[in-house]
C-alpha cells in the first residue's frame, strides 16, 4: 500500500472512536470505509490467483503418475486445500468470529493467533516464496514467447529449420518491463489488472484444453497407462524423483493461501466473512479442481508418456500455429501482471521497514515530483527506483542461471505447501478455537499436518534431484531450446 493509503487509513484510525459498534452506513466496524466483497468476487479473486502457469505443467505431472494416482493426487491436493483454507477464514477475527479484531493479512493473522518467533518465519517463508514465484514467471514467459518466435520459424521453413535459440535476450525482456511496471506504487490495488489476468488465464488453459481434445479425437485413441510413465522410458530412480516432482507441481497449481485473509478483508458483513470465504473457496476450488483434471488427463491422454513439461511450448502441438501464438501471448501478458501482483506486497513491505529504520534519510524519503504530459504528475522516490530494480535484475539473473520450468515450479509448490498452506492455519486454527492438547481434533489435524510434511519433503526432494540432472549437462548463460 503507497501513502495514500495509509494516509487514508491514518483518517479512518481517528475516526474510528466516533463510529458505533458494528460501523455505519459508510464505514464498517475498524474505521476502514465499508467492504462490498461478495462471494463471487472472492471467488473471482481466488481463482485468478490460481489458474496461472502452474496449470501448463499438469499434463507432465499426470503422466508421471498415471490415470489412477495422477486424479486421485489432484483430488487429494484439492481437498486439503479447501479443509485448511476454511480453517485459515476462520482466523480472519481474532476472539469473537463476528465481532472480533480483524487482521488484514496473513502475517497479522499469525501475530495476533500464534506471536513470537513463528511470525518471523512465516515472514521468511512468505517472502522468500514470492521471490521465487518471481523467478518461476520469467522462466514460464521467456519460454513462451520463444515458443511464438519458434512456431512462426517452423511454419516459414515448413519444419525444416530447427530453429533454436536462446532464451537470454526474452528474459532480459520480461525483465525490463517489469523494471518500469514495478515503478508504479499500488500497482497491485489496480482492479482491472485482475480481470485482465483471469481473462488471459482462462485463455489460455482453454486453448490448452482444446488443443487435448482435438489431439484425442484426431488419433482416436487416448494414451498413457494406469501407472503412468513407464521404466524403459526412464529409469527406476528417475520414475520415483519424478513422481514425486510431480507432487510438487500440482502442489503449486493449488497454491493461494498466501493471499487468502487479503482477499477475505474485501468481503462485506453480514454475513459474516468466514462464512462467505468459506462458500467462496468451495466454489473457487471445485471450478479450478474441475479445469485442472480436465487439462491434466486431456493433455495426458492426448500425448502419453511424451506428454510436454509445458504444455504450450513443448511442441506437442505445431498447429494450428496463429492458436498457439494468441495461447503464449496470452501467457505473457498474465505473467507480466501476475508478477506485480506477488511481488508488490515484498517492495511495500521492504519499504516500510526502511523508512522505519531511517525515517530522516532524503533517499529513502523523499518523492521527486516528475511533470508527465497530459497525465498530471508522477512521483519518483529514489529508494523505490533503485531497491526494486535490483529485485527485478537480480530475479531475472537468477532466471537466466537456472532456466528449468517444471524443477523450480515443483521446488516452490513444495516450499510454501506445507508451512503456509498447512502447518500455519492448523495451528492457528487450534490456537483460536482453544482446541485441548491430545482431543481426537486435536490429533487429526496434527496426522493432517505430519501427512502433508512428509508429502512436501518428498517433493522437495525430487525437485533438487531434477535440479541436479539438469545441471549435469548445462553450460550458464547459454540455455537454449
Not at 519444419?159 to 517489469?178: L, Q, W
Not at 462458500?279 to 500425448?303: E, P, R
Not at 513443448?314 to 505473457?332: E, H, Q, R, T
Not at 505473467?335 to 511481488?343: D, E, I, K, S, T
Request: contains cysteine.
Amino acid at each position: 500500500m503507497g501513502e495514500n493509503g495509509a494516509a487514508k487509513n491514518q483518517i479512518f484510525d481517528l475516526s474510528i472512536d466516533v463510529l458505533p459498534q458494528g460501523g455505519s452506513k459508510c464505514f464498517d466496524d475498524d474505521g476502514r470505509l465499508k467492504r462490498t466483497g461478495t462471494v463471487w468476487t472472492a471467488s473471482a479473486h481466488i481463482i485468478t490467483a490460481v489458474i496461472g502457469s502452474g496449470v501448463l505443467s499438469l499434463a507432465w505431472a499426470t503422466a508421471q503418475l498415471g490415470w489412477i494416482a495422477g486424479p486421485t493426487v489432484m483430488f487429494l491436493f484439492s481437498f486439503v486445500t479447501y479443509y485448511t483454507s476454511t480453517l485459515l477464514a476462520a482466523c480472519y477475527r481474532s476472539g469473537d468470529p463476528v465481532n472480533g479484531k480483524r487482521n488484514y493479512t496473513y502475517m497479522d493473522a499469525v501475530r495476533s493467533n500464534l506471536g513470537g518467533f513463528k511470525v518471523k518465519i512465516c515472514g521468511w517463508v512468505q517472502y522468500l516464496n514470492l521471490f521465487g514465484v518471481a523467478i518461476g514467471y520469467t522462466i514460464a514467459s521467456a519460454i513462451s514467447m520463444m515458443a511464438i518466435k519458434r512456431s512462426n520459424c517452423f511454419h516459414a521453413s515448413g519444419g525444416k529449420d530447427p530453429c533454436h535459440m536462446n532464451s537470454n535476450p526474452y528474459m532480459i525482456a520480461f525483465g525490463v518491463a517489469e523494471i518500469i511496471f514495478s515503478q508504479i506504487p499500488d500497482f497491485d490495488q489496480l482492479w482491472w489488472l485482475s480481470i485482465v489476468a483471469a481473462v488471459m488465464s482462462f485463455t489460455y488453459s482453454t486453448i490448452g484444453l482444446g488443443l487435448g481434445i482435438a489431439k484425442v479425437a484426431e488419433t482416436g485413441k487416448f494414451r498413457g497407462s494406469l501407472t503412468g510413465i513407464s521404466v524403459g522410458t526412464v529409469t527406476q530412480t528417475q520414475k520415483i524423483w519424478r513422481s514425486f516432482q510431480a507432487l510438487g507441481d500440482i502442489a503449486f497449481a493449488y497454491s493461494y493461501s498466501l493471499i487468502l485473509i487479503e482477499i477475505q478483508d474485501t468481503l462485506k458483513a453480514p454475513p459474516s466473512e468466514s462464512k462467505t470465504m468459506k462458500n467462496a473457496t468451495l466454489i473457487s476450488v471445485g471450478v479450478t479442481t474441475l479445469f485442472y483434471m480436465l487439462c491434466g488427463c486431456m493433455g495426458y491422454a492426448a500425448f502419453g508418456d511424451m506428454s510436454p513439461g509445458n504444455l504450450l511450448t513443448g511442441f506437442g502441438f505445431y498447429n494450428p500455429f496463429w492458436l498457439l501464438d494468441i495461447a503464449n501471448a496470452a501467457i505473457v501478458i498474465h505473467l507480466v501482471g501476475a508478477y506485480q501482483v506477488y511481488c508488490q506486497p515484498l517492495f511495500a513491505f521492504i519499504e516500510k521497514k526502511a523508512a522505519e529504520k531511517f525515517p530522516d534519510s532524503e533517499f529513502i524519503t523523499k518523492d521527486i515530483k516528475i511533470p508527465i504530459l497530459g497525465f498530471g504528475s508522477f512521483k519518483l522516490n529514489l529508494f523505490r527506483l533503485v531497491w526494486r530494480t535490483a529485485f527485478v535484475i537480480s530475479t531475472t539473473l537468477i532466471s537466466m542461471l537456472l532456466p528449468f520450468f517444471n524443477d523450480i515450479v515443483g521446488l516452490l509448490g513444495a516450499l510454501g505447501f506445507w508451512p503456509l498452506t498447512v502447518y500455519f492455519p492448523v495451528e492457528m486454527y487450534i490456537s483460536q478455537k482453544k482446541i485441548p492438547k491430545w482431543s481426537t481434533r486435536w490429533l487429526c489435524l496434527q496426522i493432517l499436518s505430519v501427512a502433508c510434511l512428509i508429502i512436501t519433503i518428498a517433493a522437495a526432494a525430487g525437485s533438487i534431484a531434477g535440479v541436479v540432472l539438469d545441471l549435469k549437462s548445462y553450460k550458464p548463460f547459454s540455455t537454449g531450446y
